[in-house]
C-alpha cells in the first residue's frame, strides 16, 4: 500500500492529539476517546460505502461537459444557485457529501459552485434542520437562523469564484477519474 | 440514523438503475472502479482522522466560554461565538446538544445563530476527518478563505431579524 503525505500528516495529528489527551485528561479519556473513534467507524462505513457508490455513479450519468455547462466556471450565478440547491437536498453527513463533492470535481465544477454546495449544504441542509434543530432548538431559533443563512451560500461561491483567481489560491486541476 | 442509512442506500439502487439502463454491466463495473479507488486513498488516513477528532472532543472545554456570549455582548460576541462553533467538535448529534447549554447558560439569540453557522462553516473537526483526506488541503484554504465572513454575517442578519419580529 502506498502511503501519502497526507495520510502522515492524519497518523501524526492522532499521535500529538493523543499525547494532549494522555497528558491533560488521563489514560480513562484516551480509552474512552479510542472506544469513541472505533464506533464511529462502524457507524459512518454503511453511509460512507454508499458515499462513495453515490460518487462513482454520478460520474456515469452526467458527462463531463454537463457538469463543466451546469456547475462550471462560466455557469454564472445560474451554476451557483443550482449548487445551492443541491447542496441543501443533500442528505447524510460529510462522509456522505464529501465524496460527491470529490466526484463532482473531476466532472468539472469550479471552486465557486463546490464550494457553494459545500456551504449550502452546511448550513441549510434539509435533513438535519428536520432531524436535529427543530427538534432540539425549537422553531423560533430555526427560522431565524434559516433566514439568516439563506443569501450565504452563494455569497460563497461567488466569493470563492473571485479568490480562486488569486494566485495563492489557485485551485490544482481536478485529479483525473 | 437508521432512516438516513435507508435513504441513502435507496439513492445508490435508483442511481444503479439508470446506469445499468443505460450503459449496462459495464457502467456499473466502471462507477464500481471509480468508488473503489476513492475508497482506497481514505483507507489509511480515515481511521487517524477519526482517532484524531476523538481526541479532540477530550480537550477542547466547552461550559467555561458560556458566559462570554451573553445576549449583551453584541458584534464581539458574535464574532466570539463564530469561533467557538467552528471548534466544537462533533457532528449534529453532539453539537446541538452543546448549543443546548450555551443557550441554557445565557447566550444570546444572535450569538447562537453565528455559533451554529460557525460550527456548520469552520467544523474544524469535519475539516480534519473528511474534507482535507478528500479535497486536500489547498481547496480548504480556499474554501476557508471564502466562507470565513459568513457565520459573522449569520449572526448580524439574526441581529436584525430578532429586532424586526421583536423578539426579547
Known amino acids: 500500500m502506498k502511503i501519502a503525505k497526507t495520510d502522515i500528516v492524519f497518523i501524526a495529528l492522532a499521535l500529538v492529539t493523543g499525547t494532549l489527551c494522555l497528558l491533560l485528561k488521563g489514560p480513562p479519556a484516551v480509552l474512552e476517546a479510542l472506544s469513541h473513534a472505533g464506533l464511529l467507524l462502524l457507524g459512518i462505513l454503511p453511509q460512507l460505502a454508499a458515499g462513495l457508490l453515490i460518487g462513482g455513479l454520478v460520474t456515469r450519468l452526467v458527462s463531463k461537459e454537463r457538469v463543466a455547462g451546469m456547475l462550471g466556471a462560466g455557469s454564472g450565478a445560474r451554476g451557483l444557485a443550482l449548487a445551492t440547491l443541491a447542496g441543501a437536498l443533500t442528505p447524510g453527513g460529510p462522509f456522505t457529501s464529501f465524496p460527491l463533492v470529490y466526484a463532482l470535481w473531476t466532472a468539472g465544477a469550479d471552486a465557486g459552485a463546490l464550494i457553494a454546495y459545500i456551504a449550502a449544504w452546511s448550513l441549510l441542509g434539509f435533513n438535519r434542520l428536520i432531524v436535529w434543530e427543530l427538534p432540539l432548538m425549537g422553531a423560533e431559533f430555526t427560522w431565524i437562523r434559516l433566514v439568516a443563512c439563506l443569501p450565504l451560500p452563494m455569497l460563497a461561491g461567488l466569493l470563492a469564484r473571485y479568490i480562486s483567481r488569486l494566485r495563492a489560491f489557485e485551485l490544482a486541476k481536478a485529479p483525473a477519474e | ?168
Open chain 2, 1 to 168: 440514523m437508521i432512516a438516513a442509512v435507508v435513504f441513502i442506500w435507496l439513492a445508490v439502487f435508483v442511481l444503479a438503475a439508470f446506469v445499468w439502463r443505460r450503459e449496462g454491466r459495464q457502467g456499473l463495473v466502471h462507477a464500481g472502479d471509480t468508488a473503489l479507488g476513492t475508497a482506497k486513498t481514505l483507507m489509511l488516513r480515515l481511521p487517524f482522522a477519526l482517532l484524531a477528532a476523538s481526541f479532540l472532543v477530550q480537550i477542547v472545554p466547552v461550559a467555561v466560554l458560556s458566559d462570554l456570549i451573553g445576549a449583551e455582548s453584541g458584534v464581539l460576541g458574535i464574532l466570539l461565538a463564530s469561533g467557538i462553533g467552528g471548534l466544537l467538535p462533533g457532528g449534529p448529534m453532539t453539537s446541538f446538544p452543546i448549543a443546548i447549554v450555551f443557550m441554557q447558560g445565557g447566550a444570546g439569540l444572535p450569538q447562537l445563530v453565528a455559533l451554529i453557522a460557525g460550527w456548520s462553516v469552520f467544523a474544524l473537526h469535519r475539516l480534519l476527518a473528511y474534507e482535507a483526506p478528500i479535497m486536500g488541503w489547498r481547496f480548504v484554504a480556499l474554501r476557508m478563505a471564502s466562507c470565513a465572513a459568513l457565520p459573522l454575517l449569520a449572526g448580524l442578519f439574526a441581529e436584525v431579524l430578532v429586532v424586526l419580529a421583536g423578539i426579547d
